[in-house]
């Protein structure tokens, strides 16, 4: 059910769309799929309850959203999409009532308009919901006066309204309640809130990721040009033979806090922190072009942090880092339940050869990402050597400093 709710919620998506516009998407084909089950439903209570001829008034949403959806899967147009739920959102409802007698024989399930105004509030179109508000003052004085006329045309027994009257009311006012929350603080707070939701449990570029296409969260993934950064503690094993679990947490948590940010300030996704490492993507799920140069400066800043905290503690282990550059699988690993997103192939196992070379202190990288590095970055090369997996030996390289840069912002 989760697989085809996101593949659902995937259709018309664009890779040119903006983290906005994806969500608007979302939103919108998210209320397409609860209003197609509510009209559904609401049409054969309307059956059931001797009112057939009504009962085709929602289950026309139903052939609208069975036109509407399909083509927006093939043109990814959102404003029609949106401009025709809308319209149907406000229209639908009146039409409903009328064919039910007016505001007293219908129960007042015209009070669902009201929907749609909000709706457009909501989703931050501002000018569409004044216009759609009117629309909805009109069709309410509209069928005011022609209540007098209407009320001949009631179909339904007087139980059967005051029922359908409590029910219109409290589900209408139970979801403009939900929608005001929703929309508190603006469509940021909007935004915000479902971040926060996300990013506890994925780092903050997999979180706008998902946010940007729910087809990222499927199993899988896609080829990308990436840099991958790894880093251990050298002489780890030792250090916490010798300590106790908390002098050992503490050095991680003091370590990793010093690390870690470095690797957020330049874009960089760590997607594993096995034991004393830490594995870092540069290049995705973000597409940057100058990842190699970011996942460099990270490691810099890495060492330099890790630099402040060895003076107050001279005895703690150093990071060893190897960044390496190339083509791997990125995507989502695991199975339905947990999954975790990460990058494999060959270029991310020389990474990790390339970080055991390194000593304490030290970064070491591969032929290619020295080359994306250009002549701004001091290497000394170090003698070839024969590495796990390679039938030819491979010429790492000490990254000592990068020339400063034009400033490129890591977001």
């Given at each position: 059910?989760?697989?085809?709710?996101?593949?659902?919620?995937?259709i018309?998506?664009?890779?040119?769309?903006?983290?906005?516009?994806?969500?608007?998407?979302?939103?919108?084909?998210?209320?397409?799929?609860?209003?197609?089950?509510?009209?559904?439903?609401?049409?054969?209570?309307?059956?059931?309850?001797?009112?057939?001829?009504?009962?085709?008034?929602?289950?026309?949403?139903?052939?609208v959203?069975?036109?509407?959806?399909?083509?927006?899967?093939?043109?990814?147009?959102y404003?029609?999409?949106?401009?025709?739920?809308?319209?149907?959102?406000l229209?639908?409802?009146?039409?409903?009532?009328?064919?039910?007698?007016?505001?007293?024989?219908?129960?007042?399930v015209?009070?669902?308009?009201?929907?749609?105004?909000?709706?457009?509030?909501?989703?931050?179109?501002?000018?569409?919901?004044?216009?759609?508000?009117g629309?909805?003052?009109?069709?309410?004085?509209?069928?005011?006066?022609?209540?007098?006329?209407?009320?001949?045309?009631a179909e339904?027994?007087?139980?059967?309204?005051?029922?359908?009257?409590?029910?219109n009311?409290?589900a209408?006012?139970?979801?403009?309640?939900?929608?005001?929350?929703?929309?508190?603080?603006?469509?940021?707070?909007?935004?915000?809130?479902?971040?926060?939701?996300?990013?506890?449990?994925?780092?903050?570029?997999?979180?706008d990721?998902?946010?940007?296409?729910?087809?990222?969260?499927?199993?899988?993934?896609?080829?990308?040009?990436?840099?991958?950064?790894?880093?251990?503690?050298?002489?780890?094993?030792?250090?916490?033979?010798?300590?106790?679990?908390?002098?050992?947490?503490?050095?991680?948590?003091?370590l990793?806090?010093?690390?870690?940010?470095?690797?957020?300030?330049?874009?960089?996704?760590?997607?594993?922190?096995p034991?004393?490492?830490?594995?870092?993507?540069?290049g995705?799920?973000?597409?940057?072009?100058?990842?190699?140069?970011?996942?460099?400066r990270?490691?810099?800043?890495?060492?330099?942090?890790?630099?402040?905290?060895?003076h107050?503690?001279?005895?703690?282990?150093?990071?060893?880092?190897?960044?390496?550059?190339?083509?791997?699988?990125?995507?989502?690993?695991?199975?339905?339940?947990?999954?975790?997103?990460?990058?494999?192939?060959?270029?991310?196992?020389?990474?990790?050869?390339?970080?055991t070379?390194?000593?304490?202190?030290q970064?070491?990288?591969?032929?290619?990402?020295?080359?994306?590095?250009?002549?701004?970055?001091?290497?000394?090369?170090?003698?070839?050597?024969?590495?796990?997996g390679?039938?030819?030996?491979?010429?790492?390289?000490?990254?000592?400093?990068?020339?400063p840069?034009?400033?490129?912002?890591?977001?």
């Amino acid at each position: 059910m989760r697989r085809l709710a996101t593949r659902f919620l995937s259709i018309g998506a664009d890779p040119s769309d903006d983290e906005d516009a994806r969500l608007r998407k979302v939103v919108v084909l998210a209320a397409v799929a609860m209003v197609v089950v509510a009209a559904t439903v609401w049409g054969l209570i309307y059956a059931v309850a001797g009112a057939p001829r009504s009962a085709f008034v929602p289950w026309s949403y139903v052939v609208v959203a069975a036109i509407s959806v399909p083509l927006f899967a093939r043109t990814r147009r959102y404003d029609a999409l949106a401009a025709t739920q809308l319209i149907a959102f406000l229209v639908l409802p009146f039409l409903l009532m009328w064919s039910l007698g007016g505001w007293i024989a219908g129960s007042a399930v015209a009070l669902w308009a009201w929907l749609s105004p909000l709706a457009a509030r909501t989703l931050g179109h501002r000018r569409a919901a004044v216009g759609l508000f009117g629309g909805f003052a009109m069709g309410t004085l509209i069928l005011a006066y022609l209540e007098p006329r209407l009320g001949s045309a009631a179909e339904l027994d007087p139980p059967v309204i005051i029922g359908f009257f409590v029910l219109n009311v409290v589900a209408v006012a139970g979801i403009t309640l939900v929608l005001i929350d929703a929309s508190t603080g603006g469509r940021e707070g909007t935004l915000a809130s479902m971040r926060g939701v996300v990013r506890r449990y994925f780092s903050a570029d997999v979180a706008d990721a998902i946010l940007a296409d729910p087809g990222r969260q499927e199993l899988g993934g896609e080829l990308a040009e990436v840099s991958i950064l790894f880093a251990d503690l050298g002489g780890y094993t030792t250090f916490s033979g010798d300590r106790s679990p908390h002098e050992v947490v503490d050095l991680l948590n003091t370590l990793f806090g010093a690390a870690l940010p470095a690797i957020h300030a330049e874009g960089g996704t760590p997607v594993q922190l096995p034991g004393d490492a830490i594995m870092a993507i540069f290049g995705a799920p973000r597409r940057i072009s100058d990842h190699a140069i970011r996942a460099a400066r990270a490691a810099l800043a890495l060492q330099a942090a890790c630099d402040t905290v060895a003076h107050e503690h001279p005895g703690w282990p150093r990071f060893r880092v190897g960044i390496n550059t190339g083509e791997a699988l990125v995507g989502n690993i695991g199975s339905d339940e947990f999954r975790n997103f990460t990058a494999i192939g060959d270029t991310v196992n020389m990474a990790q050869r390339l970080q055991t070379i390194a000593q304490p202190g030290q970064i070491v990288t591969g032929r290619q990402t020295a080359a994306e590095l250009g002549a701004g970055a001091v290497i000394e090369w170090l003698d070839e050597v024969q590495v796990k997996g390679k039938a030819d030996p491979v010429h790492p390289g000490v990254l000592v400093s990068l020339a400063p840069l034009k400033a490129s912002s890591p977001g």
